[in-house]
């Protein structure tokens, strides 16, 4: 294993199989360490708050069909050149836990989640990455319907939900 400590996840969660079997525990080294941790991070919090139903990112090591939802390469069919992903600053994961409470835990913890600058919502799975935005904003909420969602919009809609 490398120096990299992830208290939640295996590196074959976030690397696809491909690239896991050509380098091992060292395909680490082809994500950014700053949404790898923030990842771990908000799961150890989900946990404390009581409402951790697991996060799956990548199964393929368990025999499952998800292996391009960490890193993501030319031989995934959702593969495209500028898509956060592919420079391993993305990370998509689906659990049972409703993904307006985990958007509610980020968007309520600003100083927590620092390295989480985006987030994709009105979608059933919970992507976050890490880039940086192009404004200068410390986070920006997008919705594949929508567009840019104001974080004051997006808090209202979640009060109801």
Same mark, same amino acid.
């Given at each position: ?10 590196? +074959?969660?976030?690397i696809p199989a491909a690239l896991y079997q050509?380098?091992? !525990? ?11 941790k923030a990842l771990d991070l908000l799961r !150890?919090?989900? &946990?404390?708050? %009581?409402?951790?139903? %697991? ?5 393929? $090591?368990? @025999?499952?069909? &998800? +292996?391009?939802? @960490? ?12 898509? +956060? ?6 990370? !998509? ?9 985990? $958007? ?19 979608? $059933?799975?919970? $992507?976050? !990455? ?16 929508? %567009?840019?969602?104001?974080? =004051? +919009?997006?808090?209202? =809609?979640?009060?109801?939900?």
């Amino acid at each position: 294993m490398t120096n990299v400590r992830l208290n939640n996840f295996v590196v +074959q969660e976030l690397i696809p199989a491909a690239l896991y079997q050509h380098r091992g !525990d060292k395909a680490i080294e082809c994500m950014d360490l700053r949404i790898v941790k923030a990842l771990d991070l908000l799961r !150890d919090n989900m &946990r404390v708050l %009581g409402v951790d139903n %697991g996060f799956i990112v990548n199964n393929w $090591h368990l @025999g499952g069909t &998800r +292996q391009f939802s @960490g890193l993501r390469t030319p031989a995934s069919t959702d593969y495209s050149p500028s898509s +956060q992903h592919t420079f391993g600053r993305a990370i !998509d994961f689906i659990t049972k836990t409703p993904i307006a409470d985990i $958007h509610r835990q980020i968007i309520d913890n600003p100083s927590v989640y620092t390295e989480i600058t985006f987030i994709e919502i009105d979608i $059933h799975w919970c $992507h976050i !990455d890490c880039r940086v935005n192009s404004d200068g904003s410390a986070l920006t909420l997008w919705s594949p319907k929508r %567009g840019v969602v104001s974080i =004051e +919009q997006y808090r209202a =809609e979640l009060m109801v939900k």
